[in-house]
């Protein structure tokens, strides 16, 4: 059973516009939540977090924002630039849990110039 | 991808032979992991060490071994290598930024099963 859902494999956006990526979770056990970006051949790189006790955080484009009463987060990028084209991949994951991150599946954006 | 190192970054291996891929931080953690990613499937644990000298399986352990001979490194072992574990691998380790754990995963061995 998938614990963190993220329901769209792909998203296409123009360049400048907002790429909003979803994820769902079902544990409300999880304390903090993470957005890693992954390119071709390379390793999968952390890009922001959030505790649960938050329901929002701002990094320079990137803004993250939590709705624990509905499970969902999302990732919001600003203005959207083809350099952002990657998998984005959510996870989430309890302090109880030996630290291991429970992972979404991932979602593609493609930012078209 | 600073502080954890993987090595091959490629492999082509025949049904049956066995191969030991390596990982290696410099970044003094204790907790170190082993994942997988197939399209589609996301990111699964194969195995994970809290620390030196202890292992424990995760999601995929099936087909895989690993050793944890000191803090630096983690090794993932194949004994017989079959098409199903064509695969990319990553190892990580895990990091504290601003009050919160994640990972940060080395560049990958992309393993091929013929």
């Known amino acids: 059973d998938q614990q963190v859902k993220q329901n769209s494999p792909s998203l296409s956006v123009q360049e400048g516009r907002i790429s909003i990526l979803n994820c769902d979770y079902t544990n409300s056990m999880f304390d903090y939540f993470l957005w890693y970006k992954k390119y071709p051949a390379e390793g999968p790189t952390f890009l922001i977090s959030i505790s649960s006790i938050k329901d929002k955080n701002e990094d320079g484009r990137f803004t993250v924002f939590l709705n624990k009463s509905a499970k969902h987060l999302s990732l919001h990028i600003v203005p959207s630039q083809p350099g952002d084209s990657a998998v984005y991949f959510c996870?989430?994951?309890?302090?109880?849990?030996?630290?291991?991150?429970?992972w979404g599946l991932g979602t593609s954006l493609a930012v078209n110039p | 991808n600073a502080g954890v190192t993987q090595t091959p970054k490629f492999q082509v291996l025949k049904t049956g032979q066995s191969m030991t891929l390596q990982c290696a931080q410099d970044m003094n953690h204790n907790s170190m992991y082993w994942y997988r990613q197939d399209p589609g499937m996301g990111l699964r644990l194969i195995y994970y060490s809290a620390s030196e000298g202890t292992t424990d399986k995760g999601e995929v352990p099936n087909g895989y071994n690993v050793s944890r001979l000191n803090k630096r490194e983690f090794s993932l072992r194949l004994e017989s290598a079959a098409p199903s574990q064509t695969s990319v691998y990553f190892c990580a380790i895990i990091v504290l930024r601003r009050s919160v754990y994640g990972y940060t995963f080395g560049s990958g061995t992309r393993l091929t099963v013929v």
């Open positions: 996870a989430a994951n309890n302090a109880g849990n030996n630290r291991k991150l429970i």
